[in-house]
T-cell receptor, first 114, second 113 residues
Framework: ETGVTQSPTHLIKTRGQQVTLRCSSQ?????VSWYQQALGQGPQFIFQ???????GRGNFPPRFSGLQFPNYSSELNVNALELDDSALYLC?????????????FGPGTRLTVL | DQQVKQNSPSLSVQEGRISILNCDYT??????FLWYKKYPAEGPTFLIS?????DKNEDGRFTVFLNKSAKHLSLHIVPSQPGDSAVYFC????????????FGTGTRLTIIP
C-alpha cells in the first residue's frame, strides 16, 4: 500500500509570487485534506476535496485554492504570497466511502516566503 | 478560539515509566478524537483514536481515555521508550460534514534513557 506523498519537499518564494504544491493520496483513498502548520502550532485545516469538489473550507482567504484530479491526487495553489504563508503544508488522505475516520498524512512541503 | 488545547508544551519521562499526555476540548460537537505523533521533518503519524461512545481504547503500549463530561482526554504510553520521543498532537473531529480535524498545539515528549 503506497502512502501519501507530497512534492516538492522544500520551496522558497518571494512575496507576491504564486506557488503550487502537490499531493498523491494513499492507495484506496478518495478524499484529500490540506493543512497549514505554522512554527510552534498545530496543523490548521485549509480545505478538503472529495470526488474532485471542495467539501469544506477552513478560515483561509480565497487566494488559497485547490484541485483534485480523477486519480484523487490534489494540488494546493496559493496566490499573492505573504510572509505569513511561510509554514509546513500537509496533505492528508482518507476514504469517505469506506467510513475511515483516521486521516493519513504526507511528509509535508516546507514553504518559505521571503 | 482554541477549541482543542494541550496545556503542556513539553514533558520529560524516564524510560520504562508511564507517559501521560493531556488534552482538553471545548466544542461539544466533537465526537471522534485522535492522537498523532510527529518527528521533525515528517508528517504526523496516526497513533490511536477513540469514539465518543467509548471511554477507553487500547493498542499495545498506547491507551487513550476519554472523559466526555470533563471534555478531557489523555494518552498513556507504558512503558515509555526512547523512540517515543516526539511531538504529540491531539485532534478532534465531528462526524457530521467533512471530517475536518482540529488540532491542539502539541506536547513535546522526551524520554530520558
Amino acid at each position: 500500500e503506497t502512502g501519501v506523498t507530497q512534492s516538492p519537499t522544500h520551496l522558497i518564494k518571494t512575496r507576491g509570487q504564486q506557488v503550487t504544491l502537490r499531493c498523491s493520496s494513499q492507495s484506496g483513498h478518495n478524499t484529500v485534506s490540506w493543512y497549514q502548520q505554522a512554527l510552534g502550532q498545530g496543523p490548521q485545516f485549509i480545505f478538503q476535496y472529495y470526488r474532485e469538489e471542495e467539501n469544506g473550507r477552513g478560515n483561509f482567504p480565497p487566494r488559497f485554492s485547490g484541485l483534485q484530479f480523477p486519480n484523487y491526487s490534489s494540488e494546493l495553489n496559493v496566490n499573492a504570497l505573504e510572509l505569513d504563508d511561510s509554514a509546513l503544508y500537509l496533505c492528508a488522505s482518507t476514504s469517505k466511502d469506506r467510513l475511515i475516520n483516521e486521516q493519513f498524512f504526507g511528509p509535508g512541503t516546507r514553504l518559505t516566503v521571503l | 478560539d482554541q477549541q482543542v488545547k494541550q496545556n503542556s508544551p513539553s514533558l520529560s519521562v524516564q524510560e520504562g515509566r508511564i507517559s501521560i499526555l493531556n488534552c482538553d476540548y471545548t466544542n461539544s460537537m466533537f465526537d471522534y478524537f485522535l492522537w498523532y505523533k510527529k518527528y521533525p521533518a515528517e508528517g504526523p503519524t496516526f497513533l490511536i483514536s477513540i469514539s465518543s461512545i467509548k471511554d477507553k481504547n487500547e493498542d499495545g503500549r498506547f491507551t487513550v481515555f476519554l472523559n466526555k463530561s470533563a471534555k478531557h482526554l489523555s494518552l498513556h504510553i507504558v512503558p515509555s521508550q526512547p523512540g517515543d520521543s516526539a511531538v504529540y498532537f491531539c485532534a478532534a473531529m465531528s462526524n457530521f460534514g467533512n471530517e475536518k480535524l482540529t488540532f491542539g498545539t502539541g506536547t513535546r515528549l522526551t524520554i530520558i534513557p
